[in-house]
C-alpha cells in the first residue's frame, strides 16, 4: 500500500503506510513535502530502535545536540524529555518553539515516545502558519515590519526566575545552566518566510519571545498577549495522543508545542533528536 497523508483538524498530518526504518527516496520526499506544508506530521505503530531513530533525523540534516537537557547514556544525539513519579513539573508544560533563542533556531525535533502513563501526557500543537494567516491583510503588514527579541536565560538559566531553577522540570534532565548564560539574545522577523515551504508564519512564542526590538517589555507585553491568545485559538491547534509507538515530528519555525502535565505520580519518558536548521529571514 502506498503511504498515506491524512490532514487533521487544526494542524498536522497522519502518515500511514510507512515504515520509518526503511523510507524509501519517493516516500522520504512524500514525508518531506507533508511537513513543509504541514509543519507537524505524526506517525503510529513505528518499532525503531534508537540508532534508526538517529538514522531518520540524518536524512533531514546535522543534529543538534541540546545544550542543555540530559542525554541519552548511549547516543549523545538523543535528548532525554522525561518525568518520574515523584516529579512535580515537566519539561515543556507550556506553549513554546524550541530554539528560538538561537540565531539560526533548529529546523524541527523528532520525538519517539518509549514510556507512557496510561491516559495523559498528551501533546498541544498549534500552527503559526494558519495563526497568521487567519489575520487581516492590514494586521499582517504591520507586523512584518517587526522584529522580536528571543532569550532562553529565564527559562533554562541561573536567574531567579528561570523556569528549571524555580521547578522540579530540571532536577537531574537539565545540567547546564551556564550554557543558558552564556548565550545573547537573538533578533527574529515577527512574521517570517518559512525556509521549506516558502509560506509566512508568524514567529514569536510565550516561552522565549521577550520583547519587540525597539520597545520596551512592557510595550511588547499587549500585542504579545493579543497574539498568543490568537494563536491559541482551537481552530489552529490539535492534541495528540501518544500511543506506545508514536512519533511526532514538528516544526519549529511553523508551529508551537505544549505537553501536558497532567498524569502525576506516572513516569513517561520520550526520546527527543533534534536537526539543525537554516536561517530565517522575513
Ligand atoms: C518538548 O517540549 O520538547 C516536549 C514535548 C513532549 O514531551 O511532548
Same mark, same amino acid.
Given at each position: 500500500?502506498?503511504?498515506?497523508?491524512?490532514?487533521?483538524?487544526? /494542524?498536522?498530518?497522519?502518515?500511514?503506510?510507512?515504515?520509518?526504518?526503511?523510507?524509501?527516496?519517493?516516500?522520504?520526499?512524500?514525508?518531506?513535502?507533508?511537513?513543509?506544508?504541514?509543519?507537524?506530521?505524526?506517525?503510529?505503530?513505528?518499532?525503531?530502535?534508537?540508532?534508526? $531513530?538517529? !538514522?531518520?533525523?540524518?536524512? @533531514?540534516?546535522?543534529?543538534?545536540?541540546?545544550?542543555?537537557?540530559?542525554?541519552?547514556?548511549?547516543?549523545?544525539?538523543?535528548?532525554?524529555?522525561?518525568? #518520574?513519579?515523584?516529579?512535580?513539573?515537566?519539561?515543556?508544560?507550556? @506553549?513554546?518553539?524550541? $530554539?528560538?533563542?538561537?540565531?539560526?533556531?533548529?529546523?524541527?525535533?523528532?520525538?519517539?515516545?518509549?514510556?507512557?502513563? #496510561?491516559?495523559?501526557?498528551?501533546?498541544?500543537?498549534? *500552527?503559526?502558519?494558519?495563526?497568521?494567516?487567519?489575520?487581516?491583510?492590514?494586521?499582517?503588514?504591520?507586523?512584518?515590519?517587526?522584529?522580536? /527579541?528571543?532569550?532562553?536565560?529565564?527559562?533554562?538559566?541561573?536567574?531567579?526566575?528561570?523556569?528549571?531553577?524555580?521547578?522540579?522540570?530540571?532536577?537531574?534532565?537539565?545540567?547546564?545552566?551556564?550554557?543558558?548564560?552564556?548565550?545573547?539574545? /537573538?533578533?527574529?522577523? /515577527?512574521?517570517?518566510?518559512?525556509?521549506?515551504?516558502?509560506?509566512?508564519?508568524?514567529?514569536?512564542?510565550?516561552?522565549?519571545?521577550?520583547?519587540?526590538?525597539?520597545?520596551?517589555? #512592557?510595550? *511588547?507585553?499587549?500585542?504579545?498577549?493579543?497574539?498568543? !491568545?490568537?494563536?491559541?485559538?482551537? #481552530?489552529?491547534? %490539535?492534541?495528540?495522543?501518544?500511543?506506545?509507538?508514536?512519533?511526532?515530528? @514538528?516544526?519549529?519555525?511553523?508551529? @508551537?508545542?505544549?505537553?501536558?502535565?497532567?498524569?502525576?505520580? %506516572?513516569?513517561?519518558?520520550? %526520546?527527543?533528536?533534534?536537526?539543525?536548521?537554516?536561517?530565517?529571514?522575513?
Amino acid at each position: 500500500m502506498a503511504i498515506q497523508i491524512r490532514t487533521l483538524e487544526g /494542524v498536522g498530518a497522519e502518515i500511514t503506510a510507512v515504515d520509518l526504518r526503511e523510507l524509501s527516496n519517493s516516500e522520504f520526499a512524500a514525508v518531506r513535502g507533508a511537513y513543509a506544508d504541514h509543519g507537524v506530521i505524526f506517525f503510529r505503530d513505528q518499532d525503531i530502535s534508537e540508532d534508526q $531513530h538517529i !538514522a531518520f533525523a540524518k536524512r @533531514w540534516g546535522p543534529i543538534n545536540i541540546n545544550r542543555f537537557f540530559a542525554a541519552h547514556p548511549e547516543h549523545p544525539e538523543i535528548a532525554l524529555v522525561s518525568k #518520574e513519579r515523584d516529579q512535580q513539573n515537566n519539561i515543556g508544560g507550556g @506553549w513554546h518553539t524550541d $530554539h528560538s533563542y538561537d540565531q539560526i533556531p533548529a529546523m524541527g525535533s523528532i520525538l519517539v515516545a518509549r514510556e507512557l502513563p #496510561e491516559t495523559g501526557g498528551n501533546t498541544l500543537f498549534a *500552527s503559526m502558519y494558519a495563526a497568521y494567516d487567519a489575520l487581516s491583510a492590514g494586521f499582517q503588514e504591520m507586523l512584518s515590519t517587526l522584529k522580536a /527579541v528571543h532569550s532562553a536565560r529565564h527559562i533554562f538559566g541561573e536567574g531567579p526566575s528561570s523556569y528549571y531553577q524555580n521547578t522540579d522540570a530540571g532536577d537531574g534532565r537539565i545540567g547546564n545552566t551556564t550554557a543558558a548564560e552564556k548565550l545573547q539574545d /537573538v533578533v527574529h522577523p /515577527v512574521v517570517i518566510t518559512h525556509p521549506l515551504s516558502g509560506k509566512k508564519a508568524l514567529y514569536v512564542n510565550p516561552a522565549f519571545t521577550v520583547r519587540f526590538e525597539g520597545w520596551t517589555e #512592557e510595550e *511588547s507585553r499587549p500585542l504579545l498577549m493579543q497574539l498568543y !491568545a490568537h494563536c491559541m485559538g482551537p #481552530e489552529f491547534t %490539535h492534541e495528540f495522543v501518544w500511543r506506545p509507538g508514536s512519533i511526532a515530528f @514538528w516544526d519549529n519555525r511553523a508551529t @508551537w508545542h505544549f505537553a501536558r502535565n497532567d498524569y502525576h505520580g %506516572h513516569r513517561r519518558e520520550m %526520546h527527543r533528536i533534534t536537526v539543525e536548521g537554516e536561517p530565517l529571514s522575513g
